[in-house]
Structures are given as structure tokens and as C-alpha cells.
């Protein structure tokens, strides 16, 4: 076997280099050494939207794109859907390890007992118009949120980064459930920590009042296995903005602002939003053929199609499919699902999309099981947001752990003029 070196030979100076590769990588910073003048600055990666670039490594999230694998801290993703708690998840990914009785427990505790949301923030939702857009309001609300806690700027503090990692995976849900009632003009509801995480948050958004609530069985396990799912997934663009923020050190609930805005975009979380508009555009599976044509000009996008990192079948949206079948068997079938069966049937089938290796993402099912749960389409991306809430905080922490991070500051490549003399407004 050679050595684990790659051998780089400068053709415009006919120098040679030998470069160490670690986990089948090189670090950039050893291209600097390739110079044709001494005084240069040295050599760059060039790598837009970092199609092939690690900036970090993390032992979080397991993403095998090539093989539709998905696995949090080495636990495949189907097996804790399966078997475990959103808050059991949770804690897997935040601290690493599946909870014994008693840890599980002890963490139950501390999170449902900090999901009501502190007076300030009801009062600052009602300022909002009720017709807001719900994800707009929840980035606005998470950093308003952090307003209340000076102490949570401390971010080198351990005790206060994980007081304020509890407080936010507490409150995430409750952020979403408030705004949603305000937008409905109805009362707050606040939590009630007999009910699971999933439980609570069906009761923040649906309780009419009064009394205990109890929430349907299957649409709790619904809620549930859906948090588990979009929990976490490497550095996705909502992740690498949390690290990117959380880089300079600013405090978590600005991070997580900054993390749900990128989430927000149709073409990251913003997207199960988007597959629901799309499928009442098509509105019967008679319109399919003439959309695709669409897609096919490239004038449309199949969105919940297509992934930067999945080549194959989103694991996720596997699953979600079938949640979706038992969500149905409780509040009757979505008959928009049928229009996004037929389109995930031709799409599979055709070389447009085979060629471009486009397979349904987590985002294609997920809108069809919401609407059918009563969640206006406004609220989808907010149902992405509750839940990555974990993973943001656990790779921003792992960021802050990580001796060789320091603050996010990439280059560029500068094409533009230079040294141009200021002309006075009367002569230009
Ligand atoms: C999420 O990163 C993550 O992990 C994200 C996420 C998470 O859990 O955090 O998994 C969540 O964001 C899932 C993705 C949700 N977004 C959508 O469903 C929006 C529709 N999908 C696309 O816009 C697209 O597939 C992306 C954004 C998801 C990925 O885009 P890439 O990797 O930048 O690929 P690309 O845009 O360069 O497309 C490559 C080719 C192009 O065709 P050509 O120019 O080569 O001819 O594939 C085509 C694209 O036109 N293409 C699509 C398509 N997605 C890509 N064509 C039609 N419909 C699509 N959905």
C-alpha cells in the first residue's frame, strides 16, 4: 500500500509537492505551499456551495447518500423511529448515547417541565399579524426568545450552554404551537408535562380548553416519529448556518434564528411547504403529464425531489410514507396523495429524473400526513423546524468542543477591478 500522500507536481514551476491525506481528504491549508513567486499568497481550493468540501468533522450524523443511509450516532434511523421517543432521540443525539431509565427520566423532566414560554413572548407574538408567514415569525421569536436570557451569550460557559440547549429544545415546540394559535386567533395553551413531547405539542396546537387533553394515539406516534426524522442531518444549509453563526460565538438563540431563516428557503425545509402548493396546482393526476413537461423544460422543479447528498431513496421519506398510512386510518386519506404516489411512479421511471438520481427527500410526504392533521400549509416548515432545533444545537456545541474551529471566514477568488480613481459625480 503507498503512502497516504497525495503527490500535487506544479506544472508552472515544475515543483512537486506531497500532500498528507487524511480520511480520504486533503486539508486546504497545505495547498498554501504551492506558490510560483514566493511573495504569492498560495494556493486555494475553489469549491462554490461546498459541493465537496468538509468544513468540519462530527461524529453526530451518519448520511450515506449512495446507500440511502441515515443514522444518528450510529443508531440507523428506521430502528429509533421504530422503537424510541422524540426526547429519547434527542438525547441520543445531544449527549451522544441512548439513556438509561433513570437518565431518560431525569431529562424528561427538565424539558417538559420548561416548555411554557415566558410571558414576554405571547405578548410579543400578538404583535404580529395573525396572517404572518409562521416560519418568519419563529425565527423572530427563537432570537427574541434569547433577549430574555443575558446569560445565554456565554457560550464558553459548559453549565450555561447547556442550560440554554435544554431551554431551547424545550421551548422549540412551544414557539411553533403559540404562534400557530395566535394565527388562529385562539388562546395559549400551555404545556401540560404528564403528556410525551409529541403529546404536548398536539395539545399546544388542538386543545380547545379546559381539562385534561389526550392526544389521538396514532397522531401522537405520527408527531413523534416525524420530530425523530427531521431531527438531524449533518451540515445541511440550516446546520452550517448554526455553526457559521455559532462560530463567532454569538448566543445559541441567535444561531438558531439565523439556522430556521436558512431552513426556510423551498429549496432546504421551505420545501414540504412547497410540494403541498404544487400538488393542489396539479389538483387531479389528469395535469400530471403536462407538469412534468414542465419540469422536464426545466420552466418547474418537483419539489420534494432531488438532494444534494441522497442519490438514492431518502430513508426518510420511506418511512414517512408509511406513517402517512396509518395517520389516514385516522382522519381519512389525503386524496392528495394519490397525485403524489402517481407523480413518485413516473418520476422513477423516467431518465430525467434517473439520470439526475432524483429520488422523493424528506420533504415530499411529510405536507400530505400535516394537512390531513389540520396544520395549515403556512405551518409545514415550522413542523421541520421544532424538531432540527436538537441537531442545530448538538453540532453547534460539537463546533464549540472542536480545538480546531475557530471563526467561520472563508476566501474568495476576486475577479473585480482594482485601484480605480474616484471621479467627481459632475464628470462621471
Ligand atoms: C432538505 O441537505 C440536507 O440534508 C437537507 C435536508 C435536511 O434534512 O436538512 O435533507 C432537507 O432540504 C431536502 C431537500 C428539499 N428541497 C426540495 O425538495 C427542493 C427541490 N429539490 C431541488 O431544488 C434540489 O434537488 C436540491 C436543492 C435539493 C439539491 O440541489 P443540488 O444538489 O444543488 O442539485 P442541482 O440543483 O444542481 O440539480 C442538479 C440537476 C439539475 O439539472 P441540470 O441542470 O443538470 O440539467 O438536477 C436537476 C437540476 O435542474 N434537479 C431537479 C430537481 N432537483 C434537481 N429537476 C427537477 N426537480 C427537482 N426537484
Known amino acids: 500500500m503507498s503512502k497516504d500522500t497525495l503527490s500535487i507536481r506544479d506544472n508552472r514551476t515544475e515543483k512537486e509537492y506531497e500532500i498528507p491525506i487524511w480520511e480520504d481528504t486533503i486539508r486546504a491549508m497545505d495547498l498554501r505551499q504551492i506558490k510560483v513567486k514566493d511573495g504569492d499568497f498560495g494556493m486555494m481550493s475553489y469549491d462554490p456551495a461546498f459541493l465537496n468540501t468538509a468544513n468540519t468533522k462530527s461524529t453526530v450524523t451518519l448520511v450515506d447518500g449512495g446507500n440511502g443511509i441515515l443514522q444518528y450516532r450510529g443508531y440507523p434511523i428506521a430502528d429509533l423511529a421504530e422503537n424510541a421517543s422524540f426526547l429519547e432521540v434527542a438525547y441520543l443525539i445531544l449527549f451522544g448515547e441512548l439513556p438509561k431509565a433513570g437518565e431518560l427520566a431525569k431529562w424528561e423532566a427538565e424539558i417538559k417541565t420548561q416548555m411554557a414560554l415566558p410571558e414576554a413572548l405571547p405578548n410579543i407574538m400578538k404583535a404580529f399579524p395573525k396572517d404572518a408567514h409562521p416560519m418568519g415569525a419563529f425565527v423572530s421569536n427563537t432570537a427574541a426568545l434569547g433577549t430574555l436570557y443575558p446569560d445565554a451569550r456565554e457560550v464558553l460557559d459548559e453549565e450555561l450552554r447547556w442550560k440554554h440547549i435544554k431551554n431551547l429544545v424545550a421551548k422549540s415546540a412551544s414557539l411553533g404551537a ?12 400551555d404545556p401540560d408535562e404528564k403528556l410525551s413531547y409529541a403529546g404536548n405539542f398536539l395539545r399546544m396546537m388542538f386543545h380547545e380548553g379546559g381539562g385534561d387533553y389526550t392526544p389521538d394515539p396514532a397522531v401522537e406516534r405520527a408527531i413523534n416519529i416525524l420530530f425523530i426524522l427531521h431531527a438531524d442531518h449533518e451540515q445541511n444549509c440550516g446546520t452550517t448556518t448554526m455553526r457559521t453563526i455559532g462560530s463567532s460565538q454569538a448566543d445559541p438563540y441567535s444561531a438558531a434564528a439565523g439556522a430556521a431563516a436558512a431552513l426556510y428557503g423551498p429549496l432546504h425545509g421551505g420545501a414540504n411547504e412547497a410540494v403541498l402548493r404544487m400538488l393542489a396546482e396539479i389538483e387531479d393526476v389528469s395535469n400530471i403529464p403536462a407538469f412534468m ?3 422536464r423544460s ?5 419539489m420534494g425531489f432531488g438532494h444534494r447528498v441522497y442519490k438514492n431513496y431518502d430513508p426518510r421519506a420511506k418511512i414517512i410514507k408509511k406513517v402517512a398510512e396509518d395517520v389516514f386510518k385516522v382522519t381519512g386519506r389525503n386524496p392528495l396523495l394519490d397525485i403524489a404516489l402517481e407523480l413518485e411512479q413516473i418520476a422513477l421511471s423516467e431518465d430525467y429524473f434517473i439520470e439526475r438520481k432524483l429520488y422523493p427527500n424528506v420533504d415530499f410526504y411529510s405536507g400530505i400526513i400535516y394537512q390531513a392533521l389540520g396544520i395549515p400549509v403556512s405551518m409545514f416548515t415550522v413542523m421541520f423546524a421544532i424538531p432540527r432545533m436538537v441537531g442545530w444545537l448538538a453540532q453547534w456545541t460539537e463546533m464549540l468542543g472542536d480545538n480546531e474551529q475557530k471563526i467561520a471566514r472563508p476566501r474568495q477568488v476576486f475577479l473585480g477591478p482594482v485601484d480605480k480613481k474616484f471621479v467627481p459625480i459632475e464628470e462621471r
Do not use: E, P
Not at 403559540?178 to 395553551?189: A, D, T
Open 293 to 295: 413537461d414542465s419540469v
Open 178 to 189: 403559540y404562534f400557530y394559535r395566535h394565527s388562529q386567533g385562539l388562546g395559549f395553551v
Open 298 to 302: 426545466g420552466d418547474k422543479r418537483l
